[in-house]
């Protein structure tokens, strides 16, 4: 064993490459598959002597890889779509990761995923620009009755600029996924860094924590029935849940355990909330019910998982669009032009609706990308430059 | 899609458990399995209909599961020691993760894990103390000529007592792991601050950076030949390596980013650095090629990858014992009761050595522990309480 690690004592061994095909950056060092080439089409590995099938999962159908004479399957896609994609190889039929690749927490795992470059775009790229540091910091809160865990990106001058104080933005991830996501997946830091360097966007605070929190002691209950999809059969005990508690543990835990620990600023015009999907939702919910707490609103491809009235819903925040125009609030409202109908219709029905009733707010579509992380990405890029801007009264 | 996350919109739904199996702390959310008994059983379960074979490698010979009519494949361990152990699946032979765990980069991927709990301590369990907390920082090191991930765990008052400086104790992972190890599989950052708020441990920074460096340019030569193994095959084209430059990184790249960064006391009197395995060789390596660097060295399971004489090995900083005494200089040297012969008895026989050489040294055995992280979380235990109490000269 300690021979077997003596070449690799620091060193760095390696293998073939070719000028075509490169090691996907989201792989694990030394781990020349999964590999990309310029067509952005992406050729798979893995030795499987004894399995009858492998395949791989990469959104869509899943492709086939052929065994060669030495136990060895291989197979390349056709091109992928730019961006970060979670993916599985298919073994025998089981859903597994790839040990070539990192692992993302999403789709409620630790999965595989890989980052297809885009060609000449690099306002997430780790450039010669100061960088921030993410610190991972845990807190015990009286809401749920546990210890917490929350990822905080400080701006570069945090640590030199000692006496300075900071306007925050909360950043929340999606269903299946964690308070990992957004510095891993989304690459905030390196997109706020790189604004920062160009002056595009304020030196921030960014919160990224927990969108799952049920009350201390709270006692499951019937799930409510899910729209669209069919009653259960008669005898079926009842699908149970604890209700979510994630207002009340933004509100009451998160936020004054922010404001005491770092330099923040607390007040509305310097406190913004954003989300993605499932964190959307819950951005939508949780600012609009303390527009007191918010300033700055950013939907990213999540509204409502019921449909929306914007006389009554929302906790009467757009019933009077005279009224928020006036609150200076900054709404932005975004979605991938290749999400899914249901997410699409529903994302621009509320612009439409937004534009009917008066309510200022900015509309962003990240053409060509779906409901995944470059979408994301992209939403923060154009929020994170409306932030702190102008006073929110 | 967006039904299906309806009722996971940040409340928690869940399954069967039973009195005495209980989900592993490693698990990812709502995962019920593996699971773990009072006699540190641990039960294993995955659906794998067309799968011709499941087991578990967990150490030791791997452990069959068991197919149900259902195509799900349950077995049970026998007793598993205390502590942290990688594990795989293998499913028609091939090593996969458990989708059950969380995974922790070790032995060169992204690996499933599981703690198996220690009854009676909680030196690293996350009590209700203040928590420093841990940063990740990148830097771009002129060495190596990349960027460079480094996790820095910063004291409970670091934040608030922004006029104090802090001694640095260097932590350095083993093979096939990286920068993430001490943190995660380690919990440096709860034995510290679980140290510090009994009084136990002077408050310091801890820096967790990455033990693979090769220089800007550097090109591959022919590796060396491995001690003990067999001579390769006439006309077998050699392997190649990159050699390692983790020293130069260390000295003239981590360090200095390191002072320049956060508030530290750069001097020898207040630096110190430990590792395992692997990590613990380059310890020794860099700390008696520096001892005008380190007052404080913990060798955790290595000590040098061929054999040692006191006289000529390290820089000499062991061939005048009344020299290195007089220097101040702890050094701590640490091994696990049940890790692999070669292992025991190196540090064993290192150990005599410098007993028969009269060089101070503290030397502990982790009993009954292997070589795996437990050992080294007792090590960090032991050895921090050291660190920087007297005037390393």
């Known amino acids: 064993m300690l021979a077997a690690t ?20 989201t792989n694990v060092p030394g781990a020349e598959y999964p590999r990309i080439d310029a067509q952005r089409r992406v050729e ?23 065994k060669g ?21 298919i073994i025998d039929g089981v859903a597994v990761n790839d040990p070539g690749s990192h692992t993302f927490y999403g789709t409620g795992k630790d999965s595989s995923g890989i ?32 210890w917490r865990r929350v990822f905080v990106y400080t701006p570069p001058d945090y640590d030199t600029n000692t ?49 799952y929190a049920t009350k201390a002691g709270a006692k499951p209950v019937p799930a409510p029935a ?13 699908r149970m849940m604890i209700p979510s508690a994630v207002d009340e543990e933004f509100t009451a835990s998160l936020i004054p355990t922010i404001d005491a620990t770092y330099r923040t600023i607390p007040n509305r015009a310097n406190r913004a909330m954003a989300g993605l999907s499932m964190g959307s939702v819950q951005t939508m919910q949780i600012t609009t019910a303390h527009l007191d707490t918010f300033g700055y609103i950013g939907a990213f491809s999540g509204i409502s998982f ?13 019933a009077d669009a005279d009224s928020f125009n ?46 995944e992380w470059l979408t994301w990405r992209r939403d923060l890029h154009e929020f994170a430059p409306l932030l702190f801007q102008q006073a929110a009264k």
């Not at 019921?306 to 757009?318: H, I």
Request: hydrophobic content about 35%; some cysteine; aromatic content about 10%.
């Open 163 to 211: 006496s300075a104080r900071y306007p925050v933005l909360y950043l929340q991830h999606g269903s299946g996924e964690d308070e990992t996501g957004w510095s891993r997946q989304g690459d905030a830091s390196l997109i706020l860094d790189n604004l920062i360097a160009e002056g595009k966007a304020k030196p921030m605070i960014i919160v990224m924590a927990n969108g």
């Open 115 to 146: 980052d297809i470059p885009e060609v000449g775009v690099d306002y997430y790229s780790r450039k010669n620009v100061p960088h921030g540091d993410v610190r991972e910091h845990w807190y015990f809160s009286k809401v749920t009755g546990t």
């Open 69 to 89: 004479d030495d136990g060895t399957w291989t197979g390349t896609t056709e091109p992928i779509v730019v961006g970060f994609h979670y993916y599985s190889l």
């Open 6 to 25: 003596l070449s690799l004592a620091g060193g760095s061994c390696f293998g073939q490459s070719t000028d075509t095909f490169q090691p996907a950056t």
């Open 306 to 318: 019921t449909t929306v009235n914007l006389k009554t819903d929302f906790s009467g925040a757009f």
């Open 326 to 371: 006036k609150s200076g609030t900054v709404l932005f409202v975004g979605v991938g032009t290749t999400e899914f109908d249901r997410m699409l219709q529903g994302v621009h029905d509320f612009h439409k609706e937004l534009v009917d009733a008066g309510v200022k707010h900015v509309y962003y579509e990240s053409p060509g990308t779906a409901h």
């Open 226 to 238: 899910m729209p669209g999809m069919p009653a259960p059969a008669p005898g079926t005990p009842p």
């Open 44 to 66: 798979f590995k893995i030795k499987a002597p004894d399995a009858k099938s492998v395949a791989v999962s990469l959104g869509g159908p899943s492709v086939p890889l052929t």
